[in-house]
């Protein structure tokens, strides 16, 4: 992962703009993702949440983001998540 490149969208922990290029929107996501959640663990969308909500503050559009593009998967019924 480009460091330099997050560091293009990132400042103090938090999301200043949301990258136009879909490779630079998945390598922020993923970057995101690593520092945020464990591997197959399960979380509730208030728990994921309360986690992307110190990184951006439209957290749901960050959420279904990382729903579209992979990142994150969940259950049909939109309760459980996991990374």
């Known amino acids: ?32 993702a690593n520092l945020t959640f464990e591997k197959n663990v399960q979380y509730t969308e208030k728990e994921i949440n309360e986690k992307l909500k110190n990184f951006y503050i439209d957290y749901a559009l960050l959420r279904r983001y990382m729903v579209d593009y992979k990142i994150l998967s969940r259950t049909r019924d939109c309760k459980t998540y996991w990374y």
């Not at 400042?11 to 993923?30: G, H, R, T, Y």
């Open 1 to 32: 992962m480009d460091t330099q490149n997050i560091n293009k969208w990132i400042k103090d922990n938090k999301i200043q703009k949301i990258p136009k290029k879909e490779k630079d929107k998945i390598e922020l996501f993923n970057y995101i």
